[in-house]
């Protein structure tokens, strides 16, 4: 079955350091995609970076970079030098390339950065 | 800059109303969803659309019903609502259902109480 999890519900950071929040995920598939999504307060939920089961390298997007370590079922988000603008809940999402399924979300984790 | 828009943003209403929200997208996307976030911020995929067609009803009550005229609007509609529908409703579309590493973009949401 699909799943994913994030275990840290909150974390806080001052800002111009470095935050790195964990997903863990469970798929049949061997083919499959991870996305991380950010949701403001206003309640926006925009894309942010994805990684595609079969890369090996790392992706990386602006100050966003991810951790994929695929034999621990793991991608963790990394962002560094982070700014006030950074709060917002983030959340892991996967979608299975033949599941047939949409995409599913994790249960999110909030980061208050402040000054 | 928002290209899926979602009415109306809230909604009121008492237990056994029925309620309908709209949904349109102007990105030429062929598959929308609806997504359900409820007051833990827990976003479950609820249907998925491809070019008009459900594709997908993720084991959602039956007094859910959606709909679409074509690609671009998929409205959503609740016969006979309940306490637990109070919610945030997000709709959603993505490029196509085949390409499992498309983006989802989200709209602003709808968010229903039921008192």
């Known amino acids: 079955a699909q799943k994913v999890t994030q275990t840290q519900t909150s974390i806080s950071v001052v800002e111009k350091t470095t935050v790195t929040m964990d997903c863990v995920y469970e798929t049949r598939d061997s083919s499959y995609f991870l996305f991380w999504y950010k949701q403001t307060a206003s309640g926006e939920i925009v894309f942010l970076i994805r990684q595609d089961s079969y890369k090996k390298e790392n992706a990386t997007v602006g100050h966003y970079s991810l951790n994929f370590q695929k034999p621990k079922s793991s991608i963790g988000l990394i962002i560094t030098a982070t700014q006030i603008e950074d709060s917002a809940v983030y959340f892991c999402a996967m979608r299975e390339l033949q599941g047939g399924r949409a995409l599913i979300f994790g249960t999110g984790t909030t980061v208050s950065v402040s000054p | 800059e928002t290209a899926v828009f979602q009415t109306p943003n809230y909604h009121v209403t008492q237990v056994g109303n029925e309620v309908s929200f709209n949904c349109k997208q102007t990105?030429?996307?062929?598959?929308m969803y609806w997504y359900k976030q409820d007051s833990k911020k827990l976003l479950k995929i609820m249907f998925s659309?491809?070019?008009?067609?459900?594709?997908v009803n993720e084991t959602v009550p039956r007094r859910f019903s959606p709909q679409s005229s074509d690609k671009a609007h998929l409205n959503l509609r609740i016969k006979s609502v309940e306490p637990e529908d109070s919610a945030v409703y997000l709709c959603?579309?993505?490029?196509?259902?085949?390409?499992?590493?498309?983006?989802?973009?989200f709209g602003a949401g709808t968010r229903l109480s039921v008192l």
């Open positions: 990105l030429g996307h062929d598959t």
């Open positions: 959603a579309s993505s490029r196509d259902w085949g390409s499992s590493q498309n983006t989802l973009y």
């Open positions: 659309y491809n070019n008009k067609q459900l594709i």
